[in-house]
């Protein structure tokens, strides 16, 4: 029997373009069932809830959540709290004294393992609650899934950029460095292959934390792609690793900014787009080199949105609801590829999803660890959505020379 009570939802960590697709599905499949008395929604994350900061969603007009579900970042702010069991507890206090029976949290790993902490207290006190967890990160590493919101809307953002960079460096050619988000996985920076069109077209270099990073051999392998194209295109992890696990930022840049939670900043500064650049002019001499660091703005760029990534965040949204609901359950909304291209969504149990990275595989880097291979080109095309621009170029025969020439 399902249980009559209040919801809540939330959204913890960073924001994304389609994490509001996740919310209005929450939201208004909630609202269908009579069972559920009011919606509420978490201001700030975990911190919202301690703090009881809610907003009564049940009286959001449908028309206004439509139109917030197409607006990126996260409409009920965030949190980068990692809350422990203490915290988890005054969570699950909170829930209790408001009557909540459905709890809905969207974000990445840290998030799933609050809920899996909330989920815990709540059958210790022996209080019926569900919690499900609604997958949410660029990042693309949450285990169990084949891919997650987010990612689809950021690796497009990602993929037209470098577009519009070999565009400029073939106008204009020098070195060109690009610095994309990924501490400890590289799929958003592997997205990038999908600018290169043309054979001589970059990325012609790309670096993933996910293989150790070697400064000889990157300056060796610029070396060779600018030699032979006159250019050299470079899409780097901020989360890159030298041999002894330790982050290139550190290794090569001392002053370095760490968060409250001991997380070196990796992108913020733009350190390492930097000093990889002084080292290629320094070493090999070439002038225009350039590099730039994405941070911000390959997560909630608007009007670069995948319409894909859109429709898979609302429905896993409402598949969260329907799994808490119909069929009296907690876990992990996680979403499995099952065609080319489709999806289906099951519910995971906490633990397989809570705390945990995905990488990339194996199978999706080359040998030589500085690019991908066309495996992981099939599989993010799709998440990229419909309607992607693909460059051309001038065809037009050379004219021969006259004037001047022997």
């Known amino acids: 029997m399902s249980l009559e009570g209040k919801v809540l939802v939330a959204q913890g960590g ?3 373009a389609v994490i509001n697709q996740s919310l209005a599905g929450i939201v208004l499949e909630a609202r269908k069932f009579l069972q559920v008395s009011k919606v509420y929604g978490a201001v700030k994350g975990v911190d919202g809830i301690v703090n009881e900061n809610f907003l009564d969603l049940t009286q959001e007009t449908t028309h206004n959540l439509e139109q917030v579900a197409l607006t990126p970042s996260s409409a009920l702010l965030s949190t980068r709290a990692k809350p422990d069991s203490k915290y988890c507890y005054e969570i ?25 902490i909330v989920n815990e207290e709540a059958m210790k006190a022996s209080y019926d609650l569900r919690s499900v ?9 949450l285990m169990v899934n084949d891919h997650t919101p987010g990612f689809g809307s950021a690796a497009r953002f990602i993929a037209q950029t470098f577009m519009g960079i070999n565009l400029d460096v073939r106008a204009l ?12 996985a590289g799929f958003l920076t592997a997205s990038s292959a999908i600018a290169q069109k043309y054979p001589e077209d970059g990325p012609h270099l790309i670096y993933l934390p996910e293989r150790v990073f070697n400064i000889e051999k990157f300056v060796a392998d610029v070396k060779k792609v600018y030699d032979r194209h006159g250019m050299c295109i470079v899409a780097v992890s901020e989360g890159l690793r030298d041999e002894s696990g330790t982050p290139i ?4 840049h001392k002053n370095v900014e760490v968060d409250a939670h001991g997380n070196i900043s990796l992108s913020g500064s ?21 590099s730039d660091t994405f941070g911000y703005l390959q997560r909630s760029f608007v009007g670069c949105v995948s319409d894909v990534d859109q429709h898979e965040a609302r429905e896993a949204g409402e598949r969260a609801v329907q799994m808490a609901i119909w ?12 065609g080319y291209y489709s999806v289906d969504y099951r519910l995971t149990e906490l633990g397989e999803v809570a705390g945990k990275t995905k990488l990339m595989p194996d199978e999706f880097i080359n040998s030589e660890g500085n690019y991908i291979t ?30 001047g020439c022997k």
Request: charge should be positive; charged fraction near 20%.
């Open 14 to 16: 960073g924001p994304t």
């Open 92 to 116: 699950f206090k909170v829930l209790k004294a408001h009557d909540i029976r459905y709890f809905f949290y969207i974000g990445g790993n840290d998030s799933a393992d609050t809920v899996r």
């Open 133 to 141: 967890h609604v997958p949410k990160t660029i990042d693309n590493d």
């Open 173 to 184: 050619p020098g070195v060109y460095i690009g610095v994309v988000m990924g501490r400890n």
């Open 249 to 252: 930022t550190v290794s090569l």
């Open 270 to 290: 733009g350190a390492l787009g930097e000093l990889l650049s002084e080292t290629i002019k320094e070493r090999l001499g070439i002038s225009r080199v350039r």
């Open 327 to 338: 069929h009296n359950v907690n876990g992990s909304i996680t979403i499995h590829r099952t």
């Open 374 to 403: 066309d495996a992981f080109k099939y599989y993010v095309r799709p998440l990229l959505g419909s309607g992607l621009q693909s460059p051309a170029r001038l065809r037009a025969p050379i004219v021969p020379k006259c004037y």
